[in-house]
């Protein structure tokens, strides 16, 4: 073994000497050590570290101090979280900037304090370890990010988790988080985008302070680099790059209340409106609402002594609907329930489907979850939830009109988040019919649309107008900025609820000015790497370079914004200097599936076309081609009475099937599902058992469907009304 390692390369125990003239003597035991600490064989790995110690002189102390470190961290894995810090503790006695011990001093720090507890040995780490430990670095940073976030501070926990890719990139656990965390629908798309610090001039008189706290943003010491900032703001207090990196940087340490007030004073210099909305946007995001307008998610509990009873009686009332639900949804956890229902205000069937409109459609006012007894364990129960307390009345009278004695209320109302009350008036809280024909629920997703950013939202009054409403607003000049900021907080809740959002005809019914693009090239910061889409949202996208259009585009479709990924997109693939450099089909059903979420049928038809002719083109094999067929038919399919659907039916069928038989089970699970009458419903030709599903598509990319797009507001999962 100890033939295989180059005696010459740097010391593993950080001293920074050669391995010959260091640590030769243990190296092979230590090998052997981490890999039964890798097998998870600490016993074993702590008892050859006792034989280890006893090799090592009293006057190495690298040595000493690589066997004390590797002890802790085999410590550590056993939950002896206190005898790890007391070794730990003793190498940093005599190696105060030992690499490996002030990491594994940091990761027990947070493991055992927590975040902001643990910042002081965060930074240390930043400062001694990043060059040699860059694994356990990773390892560090992603825990802090847990910390960030099960605390809400979703700027910061982002930061971490891509300083944790950028310490080790073959990370799996990181790079997963990190994927997972930008493409979250769930949170506001701001909180998961990144921030460039600003920078200044060479001859400024404050670039010796400004590249003081640059210098230690750059070692992810942002605490300490918000502070560096503020000398230049005390300096300059109407430096907009000074209050913008303050803010930013303490975002990024989790310091939120400090970051709103920076963001603040950053929006009051900005010389540029949509710059300044920006900052006033971040302070709004960041702070969240106030005490006064929160309103409570309330659970009622009940006791239940016969669930399949209470379940027989729950069915036949109409104003409750059981709601199907995946049972192996791992987000449900270990308790699965027995069954949910979605509590109604009204009989939904006491309006026929043809008739559903705004005025007369039954709204959803909670929801009720049943939990069977547990084996040697809980009883039944049930929960209803709920948010308000108004709300709450009406679902507890309907459910025990229902239930009866079979459900028996126990102990206090509970209270688990809270909901804005400037949102709740918002929520998508219809109920659609399950035998609502499609053409038909999607006139109503665009009336809920419609209703939500013509009728509603100009009406709630907003805290941060002063408890004036968007039109009020409208009437005081002096509050044209944070007016603007409303109409980005209303996209920020449109995208989260994909909710169709035009800006520019909702700024002019406010009489807000219109957006003024920004040509890139004017400003020496700009690059597509560093914009974030609430910048790209005022950035004239046309002037962009290729190369910054390029990550730009890529960016939009990683944080997910289908308006700016729809004015890239559509760009990059009408710039002749691009062809060639884009996917063209793949782009295109991104596209044209962006604007089928958005209910613009025939706009996703347009992209749909321009894909299949681009597969076409390129002589793609007639699988795939075969899907952009499907794809239309299933868009065709939203419009009543849509006289290509037959004719693009019977292509599938006697076209591709003859020449594609390993799909004919496939596209008949389709056609069967549409209605459509034909041979593949024939009793002459029968489908095969195995027919798979629609959304299998050829490659396993899977197809959409309107089947797989819930109705905005209305997901799949578990309900709970008011959610985003």
């Known amino acids: 073994m100890a ?76 939950e002896d979280v206190a005898a790890a810090r007391q070794l730990v503790s003793e190498v940093l006695e005599e190696l105060p900037e030992h690499p490996l011990a002030v990491a594994v001093n940091a990761i027990l720090a947070v493991s055992a304090d927590g975040y902001p507890a643990c910042m002081r040995a965060l930074y240390r780490a930043m400062e001694f370890s990043t060059r040699t430990q860059r694994f356990l670095m990773s390892q560090l940073c992603v825990a802090v990010a847990h910390h960030m976030l099960s605390k809400g501070h979703l700027l910061g926990c982002g930061m971490h988790l891509g300083l944790a890719v950028t310490f080790d990139s073959e990370s799996e656990e990181a790079v997963g988080e990190y994927r997972e965390f930008l493409r979250d629908p769930r949170i506001s798309y701001p909180l998961r985008d990144s921030y460039t610090l600003r920078k200044v001039s060479e001859d400024d008189p404050l670039r010796p302070l400004f590249e003081e706290a640059h210098l230690l943003a ?260 002096e509050l044209k900025m944070a007016l603007a900021a409303s109409v980005v907080e209303l996209d920020v809740f449109c995208e989260k609820n994909s909710i169709p959002f035009d800006p520019a005809a909702v700024r002019a019914r406010l009489g807000l000015p219109a957006v003024v693009p920004t040509d890139p090239s004017s400003d020496p910061l700009f690059s597509g790497r560093s914009a974030s889409l609430l910048a790209l949202r005022h950035c004239a996208i046309q002037k962009l370079s290729d190369a910054d259009l390029a990550l730009t585009a890529e960016h939009a479709m990683v944080i997910g914004h289908s308006g700016l990924c729809c004015a890239l997109l559509t760009e990059a693939l009408d710039r002749p200097s691009l062809h060639g450099k884009f996917d063209v089909p793949r782009t295109c059903m991104f596209l044209s599936r962006i604007f089928a979420r958005r209910l613009e049928i025939d706009s996703a038809l347009q992209w749909a076309a321009r894909g299949k002719e681009a597969a076409i083109a390129q002589k793609l094999p007639l699988n795939e081609v075969a899907l952009w067929e499907i794809h239309e038919l299933m868009l065709r399919s939203q419009h009543a009475d849509d006289p290509r659907v037959a004719e693009i039916a019977s292509r599938l069928w006697n076209y591709y099937v003859p020449k594609l038989p390993e799909v004919r089970d496939m596209i008949a699970g389709i056609l069967e599902e549409l209605a459509l009458p034909g041979l593949w419903n024939d009793p002459v030709q029968p489908i095969g058992a195995g027919q798979p599903l629609a959304s299998s598509a050829v490659g396993g990319q899977g197809l959409w469907t309107p089947e797989s797009e819930q109705p905005a507001g209305q997901p799949s999962k578990l309900w709970l009304p008011g959610q985003e």
Not at 10 to 30: D, N, Q, Y
Not at 36 to 60: G, N, P, W, Y
Request: with cysteine; net charge negative; charged share 25%.
């Open 218 to 477: 750059a070692r992810a010491r942002y605490s300490d680099a918000a502070k560096a900032f503020g000398k230049a703001a005390r300096q300059d207090p109407k430096r907009v790059a000074a209050w913008w990196n303050i803010a930013v940087c303490h975002a990024w340490a989790a310091e939120d209340p400090l970051a709103v007030e920076a963001f603040k004073a950053a929006a009051a210099n900005e010389p540029d409106f949509e710059s300044a909305v920006d900052c006033l946007m971040l302070s709004r995001i960041l702070k969240g609402p106030a005490a006064s307008v929160k309103v409570p998610n309330l659970i009622a509990d009940y006791n239940v002594e016969a669930v399949s009873k209470l379940l027989t009686v729950l069915d036949a009332r109409p104003t409750l609907i059981r709601v199907e639900f995946d049972a192996e949804d791992p987000e449900l956890g270990d308790i699965k329930p027995a069954a949910v229902y979605r509590i109604l205000d009204r009989d939904p069937a006491s309006v026929a489907n043809a008739d559903l409109c705004p005025e007369n459609i039954a709204h959803i006012v909670g929801e009720v979850i049943i939990f069977d007894r547990e084996e040697g364990g809980a009883a039944a129960k049930a929960a209803i939830t709920v948010y308000g307390a108004q709300r709450l009345e009406l679902a507890r009278a309907e459910f025990t009109a229902a239930a009866g004695d079979l459900a028996k209320p126990q102990g206090d109302t509970r209270e688990h988040g809270f909901l804005s009350s400037e949102h709740l008036p918002l929520i998508q809280d219809w109920h659609f019919p399950a035998d609502l024909p499609l053409a038909r629920l999607n006139d109503l997703r665009r009336a809920y649309a419609r209703r939500v950013v013509d009728e509603v939202w100009p009406t709630v009054a907003q805290e941060a107008l002063g408890g004036k409403t968007p039109l009020e607003a409208a009437q005081s000049p």
């Open 3 to 78: 033939g295989e390692i180059d005696v010459y390369q740097l010391c593993p125990c950080g001293s920074g000497r050669k391995l010959k003239f260091c640590c030769h003597a243990i190296v092979t035991e230590m090998v052997k050590v981490s890999e039964l600490q890798e097998s998870h064989q600490h016993q074993a790995a702590l008892t050859l570290l006792d034989a280890i110690e006893k090799k090592v002189q009293s006057r190495d102390v690298w040595s000493r101090a690589w066997v004390r470190t590797s002890r802790a961290f085999l410590k550590f894995a056993l």
